[in-house]
């Protein structure tokens, strides 16, 4: 596809379960982003890859939060041991690189934790 | 540590009446500067940005905003607001080309008719 696409659009979970999010940027992007969006919260930096630099993690909200990039394409953020207030939007965008650019973002991963 | 401040988490205006919605960011070195627009249960959308050059900047849907050093601001402004502009806007910083995206807490506007 042309756009960011991002699986699963739903997911709903028990507290202490784990899960994974997945990210295919558009192809040919090297910069791709994690963002969480709660209500009222804006959008909350999680992590950023940038080509083959080592990624910027400073958005980690707890270390149950990982996230790795494959062959500078696909991305997936893991939570491990999810909380009730892990319930959020997280989105992904993918971006030519340079800060100057635009971000495309994917219609974002619902997640719920029972 | 860099950060952007949106003043008011919720805009309410007449149709036809101007727009503006506040964006502050912190920093003394010039940065790169953006606003999104978010429709609701749609994605987010580029709406306009600010990288060098001309200050003013004009975007879609009858947008602009201007970057002003001096008071570290970035506001966009529409002179008369339409009905299709409700939705929720976020002002968005990055300090240096290879430089993380941050955003603000976002605005909600509402158009009245």
């Known amino acids: 596809g042309a756009g960011v696409s991002q699986s699963p659009s739903n997911k709903v979970t028990e507290k202490g379960k784990d899960v994974e999010l997945r990210c295919d940027p558009i192809?040919?992007?090297?910069?791709l982003y994690w963002y969480r969006q709660s209500l009222g919260q804006g959008l909350e930096f999680l992590i950023y890859f940038q080509g083959n630099s080592a990624p910027d993690k400073s958005g980690l909200p707890s270390d149950r939060f990982s996230a790795e990039r494959t062959g500078g394409s696909v991305s997936t953020l893991t939570i491990q041991r999810t909380q009730q207030e892990d319930s959020a939007v997280y989105l992904c965008?993918?971006?030519?690189?340079?800060?100057?650019?635009?971000?495309?973002f994917g219609e974002g991963s619902r997640l719920t934790v029972l | 540590a860099q950060s952007v401040t949106q003043l008011g988490s919720h805009v309410s205006v007449s149709e036809g009446a101007l727009v503006l919605l506040r964006c502050n960011y912190s920093?003394?070195?010039?940065?790169?500067l953006f606003w999104y627009v978010q429709y609701p249960n749609q994605g987010l959308q580029l709406l306009l940005k600010y990288t060098t050059g001309a200050t003013l900047v004009k975007g879609i849907n009858g947008f602009e905003a201007e970057f002003k050093k001096s008071e570290t601001s970035f506001h966009l402004t529409k002179p008369s607001a339409h009905m299709s502009d409700a939705a929720e806007y976020f002002c968005a910083v990055a300090y240096n080309q290879g430089g993380k995206l941050i955003f603000g807490q976002g605005t909600e506007l509402s158009v009245k008719p």
């Open positions: 920093s003394s070195v010039p940065p790169y």
């Open positions: 965008a993918s971006s030519p690189g340079l800060a100057g650019r635009e971000l495309f």
């Open positions: 192809s040919g992007h090297t910069a």
